[in-house]
């Protein structure tokens, strides 16, 4: 593979992944992909992380490893950072690149026709006061992709691969579109929450009522069986 200059990269972000995934070392590092994205910085590695956890994470241990970088970067973004800086530690974390090819695999063709579709719009929200508010949320996303919650990474890791794009890309739209999850969410929540609040006042003297009930009914099928 020929050595490419990733800090004056011009070529597609669906390419560079898959240009990534072409290597032969058996692990990839964490500290290669900081490299290979260059200029790309935060959006870059927030879209790629985010994709790669909503891929893979279904394999135990991957949403720590990519979950904690990713809390960094949303720390950055929300102090104004300019330059990305990860830690030596974090640098040398590493996954199998066999397992990231299958991830990529799977959204490589979804991406290309995103990449097609996108172009600089609605700057304001890319501005900075968008910047440190996306990196506020991705703080917010990544703690719960840390977490060990069964499928409970692929929400968080899509709406941060929305605001990765659209930092990247300068397109406004893939930030409505990461907020605009993060509302219905708080929304559903929000529902869920009020509905059990309302039924709980009727349900809960409800079932106080049944459990007193109980006892005498079983006494009473007991008595009728001859128990």
Avoid: H
Wanted: glycine fraction near 10%; include cysteine.
């Amino acid at each position: 593979m020929p050595d490419y200059d990733y800090q004056n990269d011009s070529r597609p972000f669906s390419q560079v992944i898959e240009d990534i995934g072409a290597k032969d070392d058996p692990r990839l590092y964490l500290g290669e992909l900081v490299k290979a994205f260059g200029e790309r910085g935060f959006g870059a590695l927030m879209l790629f992380f985010g994709l790669l956890s909503a891929a893979i994470g279904i394999i135990p241990g991957t949403t720590t490893i990519l979950g904690a970088p990713l809390l960094l970067m949303g720390l950055q973004l929300a102090i104004r950072q300019d330059q990305l800086w990860l830690p030596r530690w974090a640098l040398r974390r590493w996954i199998e690149r066999e397992t990231y090819r299958a991830g990529v695999a799977r959204v490589l063709p979804r991406l290309r026709k995103v990449e097609r579709l996108s172009r600089p719009r609605l700057s304001i929200m890319t501005g900075e006061v968008s910047e440190v508010l996306i990196g506020v949320a991705t703080v917010l996303l990544a703690i719960i992709l840390v977490l060990p919650l069964w499928g409970g990474n692929l929400i968080p890791a899509l709406i941060i691969s929305a605001f990765g794009f659209g930092l990247m890309q300068r397109d406004g739209l893939a930030i409505v579109i990461g907020w605009s999850a993060i509302a219905l969410i708080c929304i559903a929540a929000f529902v869920i929450w009020f509905a059990w609040a309302w039924t709980s006042t009727y349900l809960v003297p409800f079932w106080t009522w049944l459990n007193g009930l109980l006892p005498q009914g079983w006494a009473w099928l007991t008595g009728l069986f001859g128990g």
